[in-house]
């Protein structure tokens, strides 16, 4: 499976973005979805995860409530709508997606090339 994230920029605190995240050459909808985050120095954080269908969510404390994440698979592709953004969501934010539920990147299987958020002050 390929993953293709995009829809990062930036933005003020307060704000709005919604990622994408397109696949291609697989069953989509056999896989687990996840969203991660990385700043540079730091080890790479869960955000989100959603079950085959979209019903079913998990989502890190720090973007509860801010964040959601869902999928059409019918499009083979994912969201995270993050509203209410905070300076410390700035971050490289990469899709990804597993045979297994979890917040644990190293259960993930492919990856994606990441889109950056910078959130202004």
């Known amino acids: 499976v390929q993953l293709q994230a995009s829809g990062g920029g930036l933005v003020q605190a307060g704000g709005s973005l919604r990622l994408s995240c397109a696949a291609s050459g697989g069953t989509f909808c056999t896989y687990f979805l996840g969203w991660f985050r990385q700043v540079p120095g730091k080890e790479r954080e869960f955000v989100a995860a959603?079950?085959?269908?979209?019903?079913?969510?998990t989502y890190a404390e720090s973007v509860k409530g801010r964040f959601t994440i869902s999928r059409d698979n019918a499009k083979m592709t994912a969201y995270l709508q993050m509203n209410s953004l905070k300076p410390e969501d700035t971050a490289v934010y990469y899709c990804?997606?597993?045979?297994?539920?979890?917040?644990?990147?190293?259960?993930?299987?492919?990856w994606g090339q990441g889109t950056e958020v910078t959130v202004s002050s």
């Open positions: 959603t079950d085959w269908v979209g019903r079913a969510t």
């Open positions: 990804a997606v597993s045979l297994r539920y979890s917040t644990r990147s190293s259960s993930y299987d492919y």
